[in-house]
């Protein structure tokens, strides 16, 4: 995954985890690495990665588009391919930007870790009125017919 190319969300991600996104991904390689850690990280190299892409369609459209550009070069076809790959492009950079976003605001704040949580066994308890005498231990045991 890219972890060296810069994303625009590693602000986020220092600011949440306390520190610089080399880091993380240290912490993360550990083995008690948070799991939302992971995730963020697995997010944002795919957001590196696709805001690379964009730089690139970007940087290739302008370099056609370029005033000193022999005319003769230009084609339609290969604007409106760059066009389309430009738009998938940038939709994937929005939904990582979304999904990143969003986890980073729904997590549990880092200094908090996840505890084991407690659950004590309920036992339910009755008392019987006091009609209500135990059967003897042979209750409902069949008698013999008396003749």
Same mark, same amino acid.
């Given at each position: 995954?890219?972890r060296?190319?810069?994303?625009? #969300? !590693?602000? +986020?991600?220092?600011? *949440?985890?306390?520190?610089?996104?080399?880091e993380?991904?240290?912490?993360?390689a550990?083995?008690?690495?948070?799991?939302?850690?992971?995730?963020?990280? /697995?997010?944002?190299?795919?957001?590196a990665?696709?805001?690379?892409?964009?730089?690139? *369609?970007?940087?290739? *459209?302008h370099?056609?588009m370029?005033? +000193?550009? +022999? #005319?003769?070069?230009?084609?339609?076809?290969?604007?409106?391919?760059?066009?389309?790959?430009l /738009?998938?492009?940038?939709?994937?950079? !929005?939904?990582?930007?979304?999904?990143?976003? /969003?986890?980073l605001r729904?997590?549990?704040?880092?200094?908090?870790?996840?505890?084991?949580?407690r659950?004590?066994?309920l036992?339910?308890?009755?008392?019987?009125?006091?009609?209500?005498?135990?059967?003897?231990?042979?209750?409902g045991a069949?008698?013999?017919?008396?003749?």
């Open positions: 995954m890219s060296v190319k810069a994303s625009t #969300m !590693d602000g +986020d991600l220092q600011k *949440v985890f306390g520190n610089p996104v080399p993380l991904y240290e912490t993360a550990g083995h008690d690495a948070s799991p939302a850690l992971a995730r963020a990280l /697995e997010l944002r190299s795919f957001l990665l696709t805001e690379e892409q964009v730089a690139r *369609v970007r940087d290739r *459209v370099a056609d370029d005033p +000193d550009r +022999d #005319m003769g070069e230009l084609s339609a076809d290969k604007l409106r391919f760059d066009a389309q790959w /738009e998938a492009a940038l939709d994937a950079r !929005d939904g990582y930007r979304a999904a990143l976003g /969003e986890l729904t997590m549990p704040p880092p200094d908090r870790r996840a505890r084991p949580v659950t004590t066994q036992r339910a308890t009755a008392t019987l009125p006091p009609s209500a005498v135990p059967a003897p231990p042979r209750a069949a008698q013999a017919r008396r003749p």
